[in-house]
């Protein structure tokens, strides 16, 4: 994919930094997005060396800055690929949870995961008509599908971006964008270390493959979604949870 650059969202760590190398490895050029933590986002970088495209800080808790964001990377280069990957998972008791808590939840639980990637997303698609195409691809989750107690509204905000990469993918099409999406399970994640943590013998046994997924398993899947070889693909969310889960 030499010549052509890509955001991704949350390259910091985690998914994002595995699906930034990976795709960099594949001739990307990569500019990375982090929230706070720049010393970690440098160290992606200096890990990326020519194929980093620049370096960009947004809080995305506040949609207003996907914007920000958007405008900051286009006037570096060109892009051709977006990938909305930074999220938030903030587990909550629906019921004994105070107003103000559950706001405060929902508010950041949907900006973050659902009303960013959508701005971004908007920008992305208004961009690639201009250029003729381009790729978007949204890191969801299998609660997106599945559901999952305690929490509901990180649920719902995956099912939103997942129902918006379907549509969009029918809507943009004929303009020769192409949406994806990718539903991981459990991952070896900072996100989610705390709880593996405590469960890791009770989440093996819900996973037939007898592992945890690892950043780079979704990595791998995001290279090809945004390869030419998937190029009769869109609309498809590709799960990734060791058989864990169908739907």
């Given amino acids: 994919m030499e010549g052509r650059r ?17 795709l960099a490895q594949h001739g990307w050029t990569v500019a990375l997005h982090y929230a706070a933590d720049a010393k970690e986002c440098e160290k992606v970088r200096k890990l990326l060396g020519p194929k980093a495209g620049g370096m960009y800080s947004a809080d995305l808790a506040n949609p207003a800055n996907a914007d920000k964001l958007w ?12 990938v909305n990957n930074a999220g938030v998972y903030m587990p909550i008791d629906f019921v004994a949870a105070g107003d103000a808590a559950l706001e405060a939840n929902h508010h950041r639980t949907f900006a973050v995961n659902f009303e960013s990637p959508l701005r971004l997303t ?3 698609a208004r961009h690639f008509v201009e250029q003729g195409g381009g790729k978007i691809l949204n890191v ?13 509204l990180y649920a719902a905000s995956k099912a939103a971006l997942i129902n918006l990469t379907r549509s969009l993918a029918v809507e943009l099409a004929s303009k020769n964008i192409q949406l994806f999406g990718i539903a991981p399970g459990w991952v070896e994640t900072a996100m989610v270390r705390q709880g593996m943590e405590e469960r890791l013998t009770e989440i093996l046994e819900t996973i037939p493959l007898g592992r945890m997924g690892t950043p780079e398993d979704c990595a791998a899947a995001a290279e090809f979604l945004l390869s030419d070889d ?11 949870n060791g058989a864990s889960y169908f739907h």
């Fill in 6 to 22: 890509v955001l991704v969202t949350g390259s910091s760590r985690g998914i994002g930094r595995a699906i930034a190398l990976r």
């Fill in 71 to 82: 405008r900051e990377v286009q006037q570096d280069g060109p892009i051709h690929a977006l």
């Fill in 122 to 124: 908007r920008h992305a």
């Fill in 140 to 152: 969801a989750s299998r609660v997106g599908f599945k559901g999952e107690g305690g929490a509901a």
């Fill in 230 to 240: 998937a190029s009769y693909l869109s609309g498809v969310v590709i799960d990734i």
